[in-house]
């Protein structure tokens, strides 16, 4: 009996062992967790006991990817880093809330953002959440009649995943499952996932809607918050669409641009993914696949992804290296050329490259700054190939020194054909008569002169970038377009009213008219 009690033992002890063999990035996820892999080690025996290997190796998949991921609370700070509590919506509309910032930072000095706390999701998800949301995941994959012809690998991608972007965590496959528990008798054709997305993103304009206040909501709502909301950025809109077809058994993901190339601010939006991989652009709440069009011009697209990209800058990176913020993210992939003409563009610095720089950037012109967009290594011929650029868009290369982009050469257009133009001007002089700080649609005086856009008794301040902005002074607006003369010739330029929030765009003036960029 001895024997026999021992050799039973011995079978548990190894059957133990053998359970807790986890694959390597498991393992290195479990380091991370701290306390919390105690959750995530019984979410792992919850599927270990179930036996369903497919369901298991989902889990993995999502333990071994999770590192990036976070619920980021996002707060704005005054000049002397003191938390400013700004609730967007104890005002009326987007205007009156910016006076009051106005306000604030004439008392306060310069508002600005900053990451107040970060819940790393190795270190606060719970089993709970993760066993419901595999379980729900899979159940819509399979039984869902436009789901059943998605791949595993688009299912890994685009529906498995529990977050959109930096939200916190939080249960919302139920929800859309009961809320949409008919949807098969409710469409056309069930087995047409891009018409089940287009009843789906319909109904949802019902509970979500853009409003510009929440631009200065910095940190992503959860499904709570949004429902009580009911109004949001665009963050939040592309989360809403992906919880709600995601749940019901839809790829769909995230694309962005990180700064517009003609324009301030950013932009995401939605695609969902097709049997094939072909992505079909949408707006979640706003405008269905097939509808929705991008109205400004776009250097780079990316796409969110749950995935860890191994090929992204942040792999690259040597001890204390640093980059421009978004372009440490770990977690997406470039699309620039499904949305637009593109072409590489390689540049050759002609002055030394400052010690330790290892990577160079191209930068657009956005919200009055030049912000990194893209990434190349430099060469030790000095020369730096960037892929798929989007055209006719103004570039200026730049290094990240001291976290700030430092010019690395002269800004240049890249044209529809591939080519460069510089734009280093010359010893030559002109007179500029400007009619406006941005793009404008051009009417014709009865004097045939062209009617000035620029506000009568304002001042404006004209600048050239040579190797920075420069200015070339100021003058006051009347109802006859502003007379700059002996301007250098064949430079960029940047005409911006007094006490603006910089929302101004840079311009070329070719044949006595503005170009802008």
């Known amino acids: 009996m001895r024997r026999i009690f021992l050799s039973v033992v011995a079978l548990i002890l190894l059957l133990s062992c053998t359970r807790v063999q986890y694959p390597e990035p498991v393992k290195n996820a479990l380091k991370q967790a701290g306390k919390n892999k105690t959750e995530i080690k019984k979410t792992i025996i919850y ?205 769909i993901t995230s694309d962005y641009t990180p700064h ?39 250097a780079k697209a990316y796409r969110k992804t749950f995935t860890l990209q191994k090929n992204n800058l942040a792999f690259l990176l040597k001890e204390k290296e640093k980059v421009p913020p978004w372009l440490s993210g770990k977690n997406y992939n470039d699309v620039t050329e499904y949305y637009t003409v593109t072409n590489d563009v390689q540049i050759n610095l002609e002055n030394p490259v400052p010690d330790s720089i290892r990577f160079i950037y191209l930068s657009v ?53 591939g080519d460069l133009y510089y734009l280093n001007g010359d010893d030559n002089r002109i007179n500029l008569e400007l009619i406006s700080v941005t793009k404008k649609v051009f009417k014709q005086a009865t004097e045939n002169k062209e009617i000035s856009f620029l506000e009568t008794g304002k001042q404006y301040e004209l600048f050239y970038w040579d190797e920075e902005w420069k200015t070339q002074g100021c003058l006051i607006a009347d109802d006859q377009p502003l007379l700059f003369e002996d301007m250098p010739i064949g430079h960029l330029y940047w005409l911006v009213q007094k006490d603006s929030r910089k929302d101004e765009r840079i311009f070329t003036y070719e044949n006595g008219v503005q170009i802008w960029w």
């Not at 707006?283 to 069009?293: I, L, V």
Request: with cysteine; hydrophobic share 35%.
């Open 365 to 417: 012109f956005n919200d009055g700054k030049w912000k990194a967009i893209h990434w190349a290594h430099i060469e030790e011929d000095q020369s730096a190939l960037f892929t798929d650029m989007g055209v006719d868009i103004c570039y200026l290369p730049t290094f990240y020194i001291k976290k700030d982009l430092v010019p690395a050469g002269d800004p240049f257009i890249l044209e529809k054909n």
């Open 260 to 298: 517009w190339a003609d324009t301030g601010n950013n932009h995401a939006w939605n695609s969902i993914l097709l049997p094939d991989g072909k992505a079909i652009p949408f707006m979640g709440s706003e405008a269905n696949p097939g509808e929705y069009n991008l109205r400004h011009r776009m």
């Open 47 to 251: 599927f270990q006991n179930k036996g369903d290997s497919l369901q298991l190796d989902a889990l993995y998949y999502l333990i071994e990817n999770m590192d990036p991921h976070s619920y980021a609370e996002i707060a704005w700070y005054d000049s002397n880093d003191v938390e400013i509590n700004l609730d967007v919506l104890a005002y009326n509309n987007y205007q009156e809330m910016i006076s009051a910032i106005d306000s604030m930072e004439s008392d306060k000095g310069e508002l600005h953002w900053k990451l107040k706390e970060k819940y790393p999701d190795l270190e606060e998800i719970s089993s709970d959440l993760l066993i419901e949301n595999i379980e729900l995941a899979f159940e819509a994959w399979k039984n869902k009649p436009w789901s059943r012809s998605y791949s595993y690998n688009i299912f890994k991608e685009y529906i498995l995943p529990y977050r959109g972007s930096n939200e916190p965590l939080e249960s919302w496959r139920p929800y859309f499952l009961e809320r949409y528990k008919d949807l098969a008798d409710m469409v056309d054709d069930p087995h047409d996932p891009v018409s089940v997305s287009n009843y789906i993103n319909e109904d949802i304009k019902s509970l979500i809607g853009f409003d510009p206040r929440f631009y200065c909501h910095p940190t992503d709502q959860g499904l709570t918050e949004m429902i009580t909301n009911g109004l949001g950025r665009c963050e939040d809109m592309t989360n809403f669409a992906i919880y709600a077809l995601r749940a019901n058994g839809l790829p």
